[in-house]
């Protein structure tokens, strides 16, 4: 079993009050994988709202929440939009042309 390595961190450039705080290395490297909802609509080309909307209606990337933050893990992020790729012709040989 792995050990848990701390290291201080300036909470401060973070929003919070404590001038350090203590974080798992683990939980550093999964937090800088995290996209904002504005990083995501930005490369998604999207309103934000947008984003909002697709989480109601259970559409879209998988997303995180944090207490009334809203995150989306940039792996999640790519292999969702690798998911949204159609061949458009092999819609037509299965006869989805949308016509």
């Not at 792995?2 to 550093?28: C, F, H, N, T």
């Not at 995150?71 to 949204?84: D, H, V």
């Amino acid at each position: 079993m792995q050990s848990a390595i701390a290291v201080p961190v300036d909470a401060q450039a973070e929003g919070a009050l404590a001038p350090k705080a203590w974080v798992r290395l683990e939980q550093m490297s999964s937090m800088a994988d995290l996209l904002s909802e504005d990083d995501t609509a930005r490369i998604l080309r999207l309103q934000k709202q947008t984003l909002r909307k697709w989480a109601v209606w259970r559409k879209g990337p998988p997303r995180v929440k944090i207490g009334k933050s809203v995150f989306y893990r940039r792996t999640s992020l790519e292999t969702w939009i690798a998911a949204q790729e159609r061949d458009p012709a092999a819609a037509l040989a299965q006869g989805r042309g949308g016509r």
